[in-house]
């Protein structure tokens, strides 16, 4: 299977595809696709990374994935034996070019705007819950209403962006295994020192066209994007476990000076890891 660009599995005359799916591990490599996603996450929890940003994902969230926007889900086997999903995949144009502009319809404009840089959903969530538990037992002419319906919430409800920066062009699958190569070292290696040198071979890049290559695709640097990554991973520990200090978990995240570990957390949470820690419980 192609990491990049990733088609959706469908029949040919299907314009709306609904998916349950019932995994020990979601599909986890780097990829995008033209249909948007509505996702509801039953069970499971782990990394989710959109465009340029680093965010989790745990049991009740809903997420919205737009047209082209790169992303991976990475299932934190830690969590649950499994992650259970359902999700819904379309694009603007699936009942029609000119569906979506009907006067009607004026207000899903707002969904689809926001939709481009991926956004998880903060309130209606049991409304939104109720219309994706229906969809098993629905044909397809009720599976659109319900669509409709949980657009409709969607626009009226709270939410925050996944992204701030998303790569406005389509990834050749040779961009794309070379992004998933770097994300999954990152990913794999967090915990330990990763130099520049390490991170540029794995990307088969000089260090400065690595440089160059990460900041153009993610508008940041890969050291950025690595610290996201071990405090995304700090936040799990501080959920998981409990019993752990704040020295020990900066030390599993990958940090080896708890000061420092305090700051960077702070600057990305807005909270110390302590405050978070009371936030939690």
Partial sequence: MKVLPFKIPKPENEALVYQEERLKVLYNQLHQHNEIQITYVEQGAGTLIVGDTVNDFYPGDILVLGSDVPHVFITD?????????????????????????LPDLKSCDDFFKESEYGMKILTRKEKLIKQFLKLQNQNMVQRISTLLKIIDYIT?????????????????????????????????????????????????LSKNAFCRYFKRRTNKTFFQFLIEIRIENACKLIFNRPDHSISTISQLSGFYNTANFNRKFKEIKGVTPSHYRLQRF
């Fill in 77 to 101: 086997l830690n969590f649950s034996e499994q992650t259970v999903v359902y999700t819904l995949f379309f694009n603007r144009n699936s009942f029609g070019k000119d569906f979506f502009d």
């Fill in 156 to 204: 009226k409800a709270e939410k925050s962006p996944l992204s701030s920066f998303v790569y406005k062009r389509k990834y050749t699958d040779d961009e794309g295994k070379r992004m998933k190569d770097v994300f999954s070292y990152a990913m794999e290696k967090y915990m330990e020192p990763i130099t520049l040198e390490e991170i540029s071979e794995v990307a088969n």
